[in-house]
């Protein structure tokens, strides 16, 4: 059974109230458990099981690379609850882009409050690496908005 078969049965799954699979097929076995996502499965067969393992763990290298080009980064995180906006207004040209050079004080965004709009300012100099939300969208107390690369 290949990893294509696997993922059209999972395909299939996903569209129905069955929760749980098992296949056996050329001596292939494999038991599909779903509870509110597929977070269960077993595959008992070698060849198959050790392609699953690759993918696995080069999506883990590549997790761990990028956290560790990121630990470096200033995350500019949300001091409030409300809605965040990438400009003063929709006609308006965003504050910053990624790459935009930015001193301490800046304004980078402002987010909405019980109809305030409260700037949100960079606590360093640096430059944009990344912007994590979407204009318009809400956001949460402690949400990372922005992460800068110091200078």
């Known amino acids: 059974m290949e990893l294509n078969d696997l993922r059209e049965l999972m395909g299939l799954l996903k569209d129905t109230d069955i929760t749980e699979l098992q296949i056996e097929k050329d001596g292939v076995r494999v038991k599909i ?8 499965l077993e595959v008992h067969h070698p060849a198959v099981h050790a ?14 690379e990028k956290a560790g080009s990121e630990e470096r980064l200033f995350a500019v995180k949300s001091p409030i609850v409300g809605t965040f906006y990438r400009s003063s207004s929709p006609d308006s040209e965003p504050f910053v882009d990624i790459g935009t050079k930015v001193k301490k004080g800046q304004v980078l965004c402002v987010i909405e409050a019980m109809k305030i709009m409260n700037e949100i300012e960079s606590e360093i100099d640096g430059v944009i690496a990344r ?3 979407e204009n318009g969208h809400p956001v949460e107390y402690g949400e990372t908005l ?3 690369e110091p200078v």
Do not use: T, W, Y
Request: hydrophobic share 45%; aromatic share 10%.
């Open 51 to 64: 392609a699953i393992h690759e993918k696995i763990e080069a999506k883990e290298i590549k997790k761990e």
């Open 33 to 40: 458990k779903r509870e509110k996502f597929f977070s269960h």
């Open 131 to 133: 912007a994590l939300v």
């Open 146 to 148: 922005f992460l800068i």
